[in-house]
Protein backbone atom coordinates (compact mmCIF):
# COMPACT_ATOMS: atom_id res chain seq x y z
CA UNK A 1 0.00 0.00 0.00
CA UNK A 2 2.67 2.37 0.69
CA UNK A 3 4.75 1.84 -2.68
CA UNK A 4 0.99 2.49 -4.31
CA UNK A 5 0.62 5.87 -1.83
CA UNK A 6 4.49 7.08 -2.93
CA UNK A 7 4.27 5.99 -6.85
CA UNK A 8 0.74 8.34 -7.23
CA UNK A 9 2.73 10.93 -5.22
CA UNK A 10 5.21 11.18 -7.38
CA UNK A 11 3.33 10.74 -10.32
CA UNK A 12 0.93 13.76 -9.17
CA UNK A 13 4.64 15.92 -8.44
CA UNK A 14 5.77 15.08 -12.12
CA UNK A 15 2.31 15.77 -13.50
CA UNK A 16 2.42 19.35 -12.13
CA UNK A 17 6.23 19.69 -12.95
CA UNK A 18 5.55 18.67 -16.13
CA UNK A 19 2.17 21.43 -16.61
CA UNK A 20 4.40 24.04 -15.21
CA UNK A 21 7.42 23.40 -17.61
CA UNK A 22 5.23 23.96 -19.83
CA UNK A 23 3.45 27.11 -18.93
CA UNK A 24 6.78 28.54 -18.76
CA UNK A 25 7.41 27.64 -22.55
CA UNK A 26 4.41 29.97 -23.49
CA UNK A 27 2.62 26.67 -22.98
CA UNK A 28 4.26 23.86 -25.04
CA UNK A 29 5.80 21.25 -24.21
CA UNK A 30 7.55 18.31 -26.45
CA UNK A 31 5.48 15.16 -26.67
CA UNK A 32 8.68 13.32 -26.40
CA UNK A 33 9.76 15.64 -23.23
CA UNK A 34 6.45 14.68 -21.43
CA UNK A 35 7.51 10.67 -22.20
CA UNK A 36 11.12 11.36 -20.37
CA UNK A 37 9.44 12.94 -17.28
CA UNK A 38 7.79 10.15 -16.35
CA UNK A 39 10.01 7.66 -17.70
CA UNK A 40 10.71 6.30 -13.96
CA UNK A 41 7.23 5.73 -13.46
CA UNK A 42 7.40 3.07 -16.34
CA UNK A 43 4.03 3.77 -17.39
CA UNK A 44 1.58 1.93 -19.68
CA UNK A 45 0.36 3.28 -23.21
CA UNK A 46 -2.91 4.07 -21.28
CA UNK A 47 -1.66 5.74 -18.41
CA UNK A 48 0.27 7.93 -20.86
CA UNK A 49 -3.11 8.42 -22.87
CA UNK A 50 -4.59 10.09 -19.63
CA UNK A 51 -1.42 12.29 -19.02
CA UNK A 52 -2.06 13.97 -22.42
CA UNK A 53 -5.55 13.92 -22.00
CA UNK A 54 -4.84 16.24 -18.69
CA UNK A 55 -2.43 18.29 -20.37
CA UNK A 56 -5.39 18.53 -23.42
CA UNK A 57 -8.05 19.40 -21.13
CA UNK A 58 -5.81 22.14 -19.07
CA UNK A 59 -5.01 24.03 -22.71
CA UNK A 60 -0.87 23.22 -22.94
CA UNK A 61 -0.01 22.62 -26.67
CA UNK A 62 1.86 19.10 -26.98
CA UNK A 63 5.36 19.93 -29.64
CA UNK A 64 3.06 23.16 -30.50
CA UNK A 65 1.15 26.01 -28.99
CA UNK A 66 -2.24 25.18 -28.08
CA UNK A 67 -5.35 26.81 -29.57
CA UNK A 68 -6.85 28.59 -26.72
CA UNK A 69 -10.64 28.34 -26.84
CA UNK A 70 -12.72 30.66 -24.68
CA UNK A 71 -15.45 27.82 -24.62
CA UNK A 72 -15.42 27.34 -21.22
CA UNK A 73 -16.20 31.01 -20.17
CA UNK A 74 -19.69 31.91 -18.98
CA UNK A 75 -21.42 34.74 -20.52
CA UNK A 76 -20.10 37.62 -18.28
CA UNK A 77 -16.71 36.45 -18.48
CA UNK A 78 -16.77 36.22 -22.22
CA UNK A 79 -18.51 40.17 -21.99
CA UNK A 80 -16.10 40.90 -19.71
CA UNK A 81 -13.65 39.96 -21.77
CA UNK A 82 -14.08 41.73 -25.10
CA UNK A 83 -14.63 45.36 -23.08
CA UNK A 84 -11.01 44.18 -21.14
CA UNK A 85 -9.39 43.82 -24.63
CA UNK A 86 -11.22 46.67 -25.94
CA UNK A 87 -9.83 48.90 -23.68
CA UNK A 88 -5.66 47.49 -24.11
CA UNK A 89 -6.33 48.10 -28.00
CA UNK A 90 -5.86 51.71 -27.38
CA UNK A 91 -2.11 50.65 -25.23
CA UNK A 92 1.19 51.62 -27.11
CA UNK A 93 3.24 48.82 -27.46
CA UNK A 94 6.86 48.62 -27.63
CA UNK A 95 8.94 47.73 -30.10
CA UNK A 96 11.78 45.00 -29.48
CA UNK A 97 14.35 48.19 -29.48
CA UNK A 98 12.11 50.29 -26.94
CA UNK A 99 11.75 47.24 -24.84
CA UNK A 100 14.88 46.88 -23.99
CA UNK A 101 15.89 50.38 -23.37
CA UNK A 102 12.65 50.61 -21.49
CA UNK A 103 13.57 47.13 -19.40
CA UNK A 104 17.26 48.78 -18.88
CA UNK A 105 15.84 52.06 -17.50
CA UNK A 106 13.08 49.94 -15.30
CA UNK A 107 15.78 48.01 -14.08
CA UNK A 108 17.23 51.22 -13.06
CA UNK A 109 14.41 52.10 -10.76
CA UNK A 110 13.11 54.79 -13.23
CA UNK A 111 9.42 54.78 -12.53
CA UNK A 112 7.93 56.02 -15.98
CA UNK A 113 9.95 53.58 -17.36
CA UNK A 114 7.77 50.63 -15.22
CA UNK A 115 4.91 52.04 -16.13
CA UNK A 116 5.49 51.64 -19.54
CA UNK A 117 6.54 48.16 -18.74
CA UNK A 118 3.17 47.49 -16.91
CA UNK A 119 1.13 48.98 -20.16
CA UNK A 120 3.22 46.73 -22.33
CA UNK A 121 2.45 43.54 -20.70
CA UNK A 122 -1.16 44.15 -19.78
CA UNK A 123 -2.28 41.90 -22.69
CA UNK A 124 0.29 39.07 -21.85
CA UNK A 125 -1.68 38.81 -18.73
CA UNK A 126 -4.60 38.24 -20.35
CA UNK A 127 -3.22 35.26 -22.41
CA UNK A 128 -1.65 34.01 -19.34
CA UNK A 129 -5.20 34.41 -17.69
CA UNK A 130 -6.69 32.44 -20.35
CA UNK A 131 -4.70 29.85 -20.26
CA UNK A 132 -5.89 28.70 -16.46
CA UNK A 133 -9.43 29.32 -17.07
CA UNK A 134 -10.66 25.87 -16.50
CA UNK A 135 -9.44 26.26 -13.42
CA UNK A 136 -12.72 27.11 -11.01
CA UNK A 137 -11.37 30.68 -10.39
CA UNK A 138 -13.25 33.49 -12.52
CA UNK A 139 -11.12 35.19 -15.78
CA UNK A 140 -11.23 38.64 -13.95
CA UNK A 141 -9.92 37.35 -10.43
CA UNK A 142 -7.13 35.74 -12.44
CA UNK A 143 -6.73 38.81 -14.97
CA UNK A 144 -6.49 41.11 -11.46
CA UNK A 145 -3.96 38.39 -9.66
CA UNK A 146 -1.81 38.81 -13.34
CA UNK A 147 -2.36 42.77 -12.78
CA UNK A 148 -1.05 43.09 -9.21
CA UNK A 149 2.03 40.51 -9.86
CA UNK A 150 3.33 42.67 -12.90
CA UNK A 151 2.95 45.77 -10.84
CA UNK A 152 4.75 44.44 -8.26
CA UNK A 153 7.15 42.45 -10.80
CA UNK A 154 8.47 46.06 -12.36
CA UNK A 155 9.60 47.24 -9.12
CA UNK A 156 11.87 44.63 -8.47
CA UNK A 157 13.34 43.87 -11.96
CA UNK A 158 16.92 44.91 -10.05
CA UNK A 159 17.35 41.14 -8.95
CA UNK A 160 17.04 40.79 -12.94
CA UNK A 161 20.24 42.82 -14.12
CA UNK A 162 19.75 42.20 -17.49
CA UNK A 163 16.90 43.33 -20.29
CA UNK A 164 16.50 40.00 -21.95
CA UNK A 165 15.30 38.20 -18.71
CA UNK A 166 12.45 40.96 -18.09
CA UNK A 167 9.95 39.43 -19.60
CA UNK A 168 10.72 35.66 -18.08
CA UNK A 169 10.75 37.15 -14.97
CA UNK A 170 7.35 39.06 -15.59
CA UNK A 171 5.65 36.39 -16.91
CA UNK A 172 7.06 33.58 -14.02
CA UNK A 173 5.18 36.20 -11.58
CA UNK A 174 2.12 36.12 -13.49
CA UNK A 175 2.14 32.09 -13.56
CA UNK A 176 3.00 32.22 -9.97
CA UNK A 177 0.33 34.62 -9.15
CA UNK A 178 -2.33 32.99 -10.79
CA UNK A 179 -1.54 29.65 -10.15
CA UNK A 180 -1.46 30.50 -6.68
CA UNK A 181 -5.08 31.78 -6.40
CA UNK A 182 -6.10 28.69 -7.93
CA UNK A 183 -4.96 26.38 -5.08
CA UNK A 184 -6.62 28.73 -2.53
CA UNK A 185 -9.84 28.67 -4.48
CA UNK A 186 -9.20 24.60 -4.50
CA UNK A 187 -8.56 24.73 -0.63
CA UNK A 188 -11.33 26.66 -0.16
CA UNK A 189 -13.65 24.38 -1.88
CA UNK A 190 -12.63 21.24 0.01
CA UNK A 191 -13.06 22.92 3.20
CA UNK A 192 -16.44 24.11 1.68
CA UNK A 193 -17.22 20.21 0.79
CA UNK A 194 -16.09 18.83 4.01
CA UNK A 195 -18.63 21.35 6.15
CA UNK A 196 -21.45 20.33 3.96
CA UNK A 197 -20.34 16.79 3.84
CA UNK A 198 -20.87 17.32 7.79
CA UNK A 199 -24.22 18.70 7.91
CA UNK A 200 -25.60 16.46 5.82
CA UNK A 201 -23.79 13.86 8.32
CA UNK A 202 -25.64 15.29 11.35
CA UNK A 203 -28.88 16.15 9.41
CA UNK A 204 -29.13 12.42 8.08
CA UNK A 205 -28.66 10.92 11.54
CA UNK A 206 -31.49 13.83 12.97
CA UNK A 207 -33.98 12.65 10.39
CA UNK A 208 -33.34 8.84 11.00
CA UNK A 209 -33.69 9.44 14.70
CA UNK A 210 -36.51 12.04 14.47
CA UNK A 211 -38.74 9.24 12.52
CA UNK A 212 -38.26 6.76 15.42
CA UNK A 213 -39.52 9.39 18.10
CA UNK A 214 -42.01 10.83 15.80
CA UNK A 215 -40.70 14.84 16.76
CA UNK A 216 -37.59 16.35 16.71
CA UNK A 217 -34.75 15.43 18.59
CA UNK A 218 -32.51 17.70 21.21
CA UNK A 219 -28.69 17.85 20.73
CA UNK A 220 -28.20 15.75 23.96
CA UNK A 221 -30.49 12.86 22.34
CA UNK A 222 -28.28 12.70 18.90
CA UNK A 223 -25.21 12.81 21.36
CA UNK A 224 -26.36 9.58 23.11
CA UNK A 225 -27.64 8.24 20.13
CA UNK A 226 -24.07 8.65 17.77
CA UNK A 227 -21.34 8.67 20.22
CA UNK A 228 -20.22 12.30 18.51
CA UNK A 229 -19.72 15.09 21.04
CA UNK A 230 -21.35 18.65 21.28
CA UNK A 231 -18.74 21.07 18.79
CA UNK A 232 -19.41 18.39 16.35
CA UNK A 233 -23.18 18.59 16.16
CA UNK A 234 -23.14 22.69 16.82
CA UNK A 235 -20.74 22.92 14.30
CA UNK A 236 -22.85 21.51 11.86
CA UNK A 237 -26.01 23.88 13.18
CA UNK A 238 -23.92 26.81 12.86
CA UNK A 239 -23.02 26.36 9.34
CA UNK A 240 -26.40 25.23 8.23
CA UNK A 241 -27.61 28.78 9.76
CA UNK A 242 -29.78 26.59 12.39
CA UNK A 243 -31.78 24.87 9.40
CA UNK A 244 -30.99 21.16 10.35
CA UNK A 245 -35.25 20.38 9.99
CA UNK A 246 -35.16 17.58 12.23
CA UNK A 247 -33.24 18.78 15.20
CA UNK A 248 -34.13 21.22 17.68
CA UNK A 249 -31.27 23.07 18.71
CA UNK A 250 -32.52 24.74 22.01
CA UNK A 251 -31.35 28.06 20.44
CA UNK A 252 -34.82 29.37 20.63
CA UNK A 253 -34.73 28.55 23.92
CA UNK A 254 -32.03 30.25 25.13
CA UNK A 255 -32.97 33.71 23.13
Do not use: C
Given at each position: ????????K???????????????????????????????????????????????????????????????????????????????????????????????????????????????????????????T?????L??????????????????????????????L???M??????????N????????????L???????????????????????????????????????????????D?????????
Amino acid sequence: MGNLENKEKEFAQILKLVTRTARENRNVISRQGVIDAFSELELDESQMAMVFDYLEKHKVGIDAPAEIEDDDLTEEEISYLDEYLEELKDLPLLTDGEKRAVSMAAIAGDKEAQQKLISNYLPLVVDVARMYTEQGVYLEDLIGEGNVALTRGVTMLDAVGEPDEVEGFLYKMMLDAMEAVIEDNLAEDAGQQKVLKLVQEVADKAKELSEDLRRKVTVAELMEETGWDEDKIRTAIKFSGDNIEDLDSGEEKKK
